[in-house]
């Protein structure tokens, strides 16, 4: 057996470095190889972020295309909105308008117009050029007159109006014996005014044959015309009537129509009314706030007409007779024992005024 001292002294100097290139050599592959390996690591790594850049562009403008649609959606549906809204709007022109006259120092006279034939009435015209006047601007035909009570203030103009317009035709109440009137209607009575219906209420009280005039087209709130039967928050006196006359006319007949008929009455009272109203109703906040608004409007020189059945079963003390914080104040337990206190204490504050 040779001794290892003997192999090393055997091995040649030129063997030994053939052998230390040789394992250089292999060191150096396996770093080459390393090196490939790790460059195509990055280069897939590279590969791997450049596909994910390139789903989050895609996703991105995905995401701003889907925007983009659904901005485009929202305008064609805001467009279509806009549209039926003006189709809607077109065809919610009022088919019967009630334009508002104010006569003398503080009356009302209406003209009441059917869109539709162009034909329209004047109630209570007590200045009837006025009333003619405001018609022609409205480029319409006066072919009658509502006349709601005999008193001056709402007759007084009837026979002038003969004679400025002799083709017009007056209606007045029943046995109110109204200026001029060719024919006296009562709740049997139905005219016609183009498309518009109009029918009436027997309201005796403020005169023995006091009328309130209702006029209807479709769908349109009923307009009703009180003349001195019921104000804005209050009623007219009762002169030759009785108190369960102004009841039956005020919560049975006029008050019995739907919420959102609206009341064009025959005197701007409203804030005296009102006014007086906190009086017979301190607690009311629905009375205050009608005051606040009333007071705004005066002073604003606007209308407080027309009201409306809803807001005088909220805030008239004479139509809520029936209701319990008047029955209190009136001290009595029946409505028109009730109505005839608040009226007599009406008129006592009035003077004092």
Not at 227 to 248: E, H, P, R, W
Not at 318 to 330: D, E, G, H
Request: proline letters at 4%.
């Amino acid at each position: 057996m040779v001794p290892p001292a003997a192999l090393q002294l055997s091995s040649s100097p030129a063997s030994f470095l053939v052998s230390l290139i040789a394992e250089e050599l292999h060191n150096f592959e396996l770093l080459e190889l390393e090196l490939e390996l790790n460059l195509e690591l990055e280069l897939e790594l590279e590969l791997e972020l450049e596909l994910e850049l390139e789903l989050e562009l895609e996703l991105e403008l995905e995401l701003e295309l889907e925007l983009e649609l659904e901005l485009e959606l929202e305008l064609e549906l805001e467009l279509e909105l806009e549209l039926e809204l003006e189709l809607a709007g077109a065809g919610a022109v009022a088919k019967m308008e009630v334009v508002i006259v104010p006569v003398l120092e503080d009356n009302y006279s209406y003209l009441v117009i059917d869109q539709a034939s162009r034909l329209a009435a004047v109630v209570d015209p007590v200045e009837p050029q006025k009333l003619l006047d405001e018609a022609k601007k409205h480029g319409v035909q006066v072919v009658m007159a509502l006349t709601t009570h005999s008193h001056w203030d709402h007759a007084g103009g009837n026979g002038q109006l003969k004679q400025l317009a002799p083709s017009v035709r007056i209606y007045g109440g029943q046995g109110d014996n109204a200026e001029a009137v060719d024919e006296e209607v009562n709740e049997a009575t139905r005219l016609t005014l183009g498309e518009t219906e109009i029918t009436v209420l027997e309201t005796p009280c403020h005169t023995p044959g006091h009328v309130t005039f209702v006029a209807r087209h479709a769908d349109q709130p009923a307009a009703a015309f009180t003349g001195d039967t019921l104000f804005v928050a209050g009623c007219g006196n009762f002169n030759s009537g009785t108190a369960q006359q102004m009841k039956t006319a005020l919560v049975d007949k006029i008050c019995a129509l739907p919420d959102d008929s609206q009341l064009f009455v025959g005197h701007e009272y409203t804030v005296k009314n009102l006014l007086f109203a906190t009086t017979v109703e301190p607690d009311s906040q629905e009375v205050q706030d009608r005051l606040a608004w009333a007071r705004a409007r005066r002073e604003a020189h606007e209308y407080t007409v027309p009201t409306t059945v809803g807001a005088e079963k909220a805030t008239n003390p004479f139509v809520r007779c029936t209701q319990q914080t008047v029955l209190q104040y009136a001290d009595t337990t029946d409505p028109v024992a009730a109505l005839a206190k608040v009226r007599a204490d009406k008129t006592a504050w009035g003077r004092r005024k």
